[in-house]
């Protein structure tokens, strides 16, 4: 039988079970006769099968039923007793089959707890009875009565009872009746509040009073009820002496910690500090207080020692052993070093509850180091550095130490010339020069020698040097230190100092500038020059003259004030001079030296173009540098001087150019230019002497009148607009917007007074601007007919043409307006062009078109800075865009250009083409038509070609062209 098909707790539920059993008793009855018939053997036979059905399953149950089938046939039975007989014992048998192998599996499950809880219990049981601590175990009755079950053998040994004397036991049965009642109200306590319980409380034990502290800590059941309590004692007086011990050690650490300069530091494994003593303040700059309960991090020490400081605290943790670190910190502005030691701190069960670190301050001790260490390698850097060679010699002479120069001078490594001796150095003929009782008295006495003296290279050859020697003590010991100086050098100098002098005789007489030699009475001793075309004197004449007779008497007298500071200070003197020459005054700069304690040497350099120079650069640093007036530079400090001198009263006109930059725009910056000098040039006949004009910047200009009163600076401005009227540059009409203020009062400053002139120039430049661009609009027109050749006839049939297109398109009537303005302005651009190259018959060179395609962006710039013009500069920008975004100057495509600019290309290109330019001849109406539809969808749009076509033809059959007028023009 498949249990998984029949489990156990269906076979053992309550109806089967009462069926089952109701069965089996008529079964019983049905088979009894033939139990108390049969012979004992028949009975053994039904006794084993019926064991074996109820311990076998379906197969012994079936073969115990056919077995007494059988027996009950033999013994002649009815048929229905053997059935139900049969039926009743079968199911008697395998419901009990099925509960026995149940409980044989329950039996397994339950061994198998057992075991597990006998292994808990047997682990209890070692900590039970292993701690030092006095504990017992009480059974919890209805959650009032307690009752003792046990305790562990420091109890026992604590109280003089044994387990089997409080087993059962309750408080009153064991304590006096007044400590028993104290004791159960803790029991109580510890299970209404279902939390531990600690109390104190004395009691007598077999006769001996003693005071405990008890912790009661309530054991729970699974319906959640308080089912035992768990008591852990220990004597008041252990207790407390170890306390006052623990307290003793920790007044001494903490005497110890307080007074120590070492920072000392308690942290917990969220590097917490539980300690820290008054040295924090030094080492951190944060008081106890403040550092107490906090982090590093928490603090805002640097990232990087508060990771290597975590990081040994983790370490300690981790290992439980000691760590050693190193870090550094800035504190107020200084590195500090810092070496700390940190090591565990254990609870009784050997657990690392905590870290105590010891920091020490080691800067003067890494500070002492590296001086050390510097001083060391400074000396030693020193003599390995050195160009002199270097040798320690011994008491008697033997080389101890050299130095690379040492060795690179005799040829030889360090190696090879160590160990020997001095003698064994110096060539033969100078060994007598220095023998060794000369090195011993040397070392003895630390005197100083100096000895030429020449030392045998590798090669054989002497080397001459200069040898200092002295005794020198150290390490306890004498020593000869030898520096040696290779003077084969200085002797070749010594040796060409002769040729040099004679070279220098010679340079003299051939250097550029004039040289002089003069005594300290003012007499010439010796001239040596090249500029003989220049100057006034011989040297004949001169040598043996006085200063005074030879030079201007200003100048005679600067000179020898001069000689007379270089041969008392021996300091070098500086002056310039303008002397009488064959060419006129010209500037000299004089460089006068002492020669001896008698005589000096000037050197006379010609500067005239240099003054010159610095004269030009003085004058540009205050001009400008276009119109050749003051600059803004030159004006301020005029200003300031002004301010200083508290001159009253002053006046100040500030002037604005008008329209220069649509002048710039549409003609070109020299044009610009030329109207910056016209403007300056009226300013300039404006003014009066002690009057200051400046250019300001740009297109402004200030004019500054000192003493003048707000009357007569009005005058002047009238002055100045009465001379602007009649001039004009490329017929452009002059215009200058003007501001006046004065200072009257001290109590106003000039800024002030420039600020008030500024504005109200800024104020009649806003009511001048629209006129004055409108008449620069209107010059550039009038301008630019007369380059093109663009008569007011073709402006006319241009936006005639483009009307036609337009009223096909049914525009309103500000846009057919603004066709119309477009059509007279769109080659505006055209201004800035050369004449030559807009009637050149031939074909234009790459940078003649270039200079061509740019018209459209000229012309955008200078209808887009005039209000009236500025509507129609984007159409200006594209109305050479090409309908398949080939043209120029943005490369624009399809209804991506402006309308009115496609419909000003249709009619700009059939006016060109009928009406003929300078380098090519006109063609016919009907030509041009075609050659519009060519074009279509290329370079013009094909639906404005069509209208416009169409309207053309239409017009032609009527007899009139496409714009209304005949169609014989004059």
């Known amino acids: 039988m498949n249990r998984d098909q029949y489990p156990l707790d269906t076979l053992l539920s309550p109806l089967p079970i009462a069926l089952a059993t109701g069965i089996g008793i008529l079964g019983l009855s049905a088979v009894a006769p033939v139990m108390l018939s049969a012979n004992v053997g028949v009975a053994i036979v039904a006794v084993v099968s019926m064991y074996l059905g109820l311990s076998g399953g379906f197969g012994a149950a079936g073969g115990a039923t056919g077995a007494l089938l059988a027996i009950g046939a033999w013994q002649g039975l009815p048929l229905y007793s053997l059935v139900m007989g049969a039926a009743a014992y079968l199911s008697f048998a395998l419901v009990l089959g099925r509960a026995t192998e149940a409980n044989r599996e329950q039996a397994r499950v339950v061994e198998e707890q057992r075991r597990r809880l006998h292994d808990i219990a047997d682990e209890y049981d070692t900590i039970f009875h292993g701690t030092r601590s006095p504990m017992f175990l009480v059974d919890v009755i209805e959650g009032h009565q307690f009752c003792y079950i046990r305790n562990n053998r420091a109890h026992r040994e604590a109280t003089g009872f044994s387990t089997s004397e409080i087993r059962g036991k309750q408080p009153r049965d064991i304590l006096e009746p007044e400590e028993a ?19 104190e409380a004395t009691m007598v034990f077999k ?104 990081g040994a605290v983790e370490a300690v943790f981790r290992t439980q052993r000691p760590q050693v670190r190193e870090w550094s910190l800035e504190h107020d502005g200084t590195l500090r070093h810092y070496f700390a030691r940190l090591v565990p701190e254990k609870n009784e069960e050997g657990v690392v509850t905590s870290v105590l670190s010891i920091s020490r301050d080691v800067t003067g001790l890494k500070r002492a180091e590296e001086a050390l260490r510097a001083s060391e390698e400074k000396h030693r850097a020193l003599v390995e550095q050195s160009a002199e060679m270097f040798f320690l010699l011994d008491f008697e002479g033997t080389v101890v130490e050299v130095n690379p120069a040492a060795a690179r001078a005799i040829g030889h490594s360090r190696d090879a010339i160590v160990g020997q001796t001095a003698m064994d150095l110096l060539a033969r003929d100078e060994r007598p020069a220095l ?63 002769a040729e040099h002098h004679a070279y220098n005789r010679s340079l003299l007489e051939v250097f550029p500038d004039t040289i002089v030699v003069c005594d300290g009475q003012g007499v010439f001793r010796d001239i040596r020059t090249s500029h003989t075309e220049v100057m006034m004197w011989s040297r ?9 007779d030879v030079l201007p008497p200003e100048e005679a007298e600067l000179f020898i004030e001069h000689v007379h500071a270089a041969l008392s200070t021996g300091a070098a003197q500086f002056m310039e001079y303008s002397l009488p020459t064959r060419k006129g005054r010209r500037w000299f700069e004089a460089r006068t030296v002492a020669l001896d304690d008698e005589r000096t040497l000037s050197v006379l350099i010609d500067i005239h173009d240099r003054k010159r120079n610095e004269e030009r650069l003085r004058y540009m640093s205050y001009h400008d540098a276009l119109t050749d007036l003051h600059n803004r530079h030159f004006a301020e400090e005029q200003l300031r001087r002004l301010e200083e001198a508290k001159t009253l009263p002053v006046s100040i006109i500030m002037a604005d150019l008008n329209g220069l930059k649509l002048v710039n725009d549409a003609y070109g910056y020299r044009v610009g230019d030329r109207m910056l000098l016209a403007a300056a040039r009226v300013l300039e006949k404006a003014c009066r002497g002690g009057d200051v004009l ?97 008569t007011e006839q073709h402006a006319r049939r241009m936006s005639e043409y483009a009307r036609i297109i337009g009223a096909r398109l049914g525009l309103s009537a500000s846009e057919m307006s603004q066709l119309d303005l477009l059509a007279k302005l769109h080659d505006i651009g055209k201004i800035s062009v050369a004449e030559e190259i807009l009637a050149k018959p031939a074909s234009l060179d790459r940078t003649e078109w270039q200079i ?50 496609r419909i000003v290309a249709i009619a700009d290109a059939y006016e060109a083409m009928t009406s003929g330019r300078p380098y090519r001849s006109p063609m016919s109406d009907a030509d041009a038509l075609e050659e519009l539809k060519h074009c279509a969808g290329t370079q013009f749009d094909p639906g404005l070609v069509d209208v416009f076509v169409e309207a053309v033809r239409e017009g032609r059959s009527a007899g009139i062209d496409g714009s209304g007028m005949s169609s014989t023009r004059g």
């Not at 000229?858 to 920008?877: M, P």
């Open 540 to 548: 004949e004449a001169i040598i043996g003259s006085r200063v005074r």
């Open 694 to 790: 400046a250019r300001w910047g740009g297109d402004e200009f200030v004019l500054v009148l000192p003493d003048t009163g707000a009357y007569t600076a009005e005058a002047i401005r009238w002055r100045i607009e009465a001379l602007l009227r009649p001039v004009r540059v490329e017929e452009v009409p002059l215009s200058m917007s003007l501001g006046v203020a004065t200072r009257a009062k001290s109590s106003t400053s000039l800024q002030a007074t420039l600020v008030a002139a500024e504005d109200q120039m800024h104020r009649h430049k806003l009511m001048e601007s629209r006129s004055q661009k409108n008449v620069v609009v209107s010059a550039v027109l009038g301008t630019l007919a007369q380059k093109s050749h663009e």
């Open 852 to 901: 061509i395609r740019d018209h459209p962006s000229a012309g955008y710039r200078i209808a887009r800075v005039t209000d009236e013009f500025s509507h129609v500069a984007d159409d200006i920008l594209a109305h050479h865009e090409w309908w398949n975004g080939e043209g120029y100057p943005q490369g624009l495509a399809g209804e991506g250009i402006p309308l009115l600019a």
């Open 207 to 310: 006769g001996v009073p003693r005071t405990w502290v008890t912790t009661l800590t309530p054991v729970f059941a699974e319906d959640g009820s308080v089912a035992q309590i768990v008591g852990s004692s220990q004597e008041v007086a252990a207790v407390r002496a170890a306390q006052e011990e623990a307290w003793a050690r920790e007044q001494q650490f903490r005497s110890l910690a307080e007074n120590s300069p070492d920072l000392i530091t308690r942290v917990d494994r969220d590097y917490r500090r539980l300690y820290t003593n008054p040295a924090v303040r030094d080492f951190l700059g944060y008081d106890v207080e403040a550092a107490i309960g906090r982090t590093n991090r928490e603090l805002g020490i640097p990232e990087a020692m508060t990771e290597q400081w975590e």
């Open 435 to 497: 023998d060794r009782g000369d090195l011993r008295a040397l070392a003895r006495h630390a005197t100083l020698r100096t000895e030429e003296l020449q030392i045998l290279a590798r090669d054989g050859n002497p080397v001459p040097v200069e040898v200092t020697l002295s005794g020198v003590h150290f390490g306890g010991r004498q020593y000869v230190m030898a520096l040696a100086r290779d003077i084969r050098e200085r002797r070749r100098m010594e040796a060409s100092i």
């Open 181 to 199: 009642g104290r004791v159960q109200e803790q029991y109580r306590r510890c299970v209404q509040s279902r939390q531990p319980v600690t109390f």
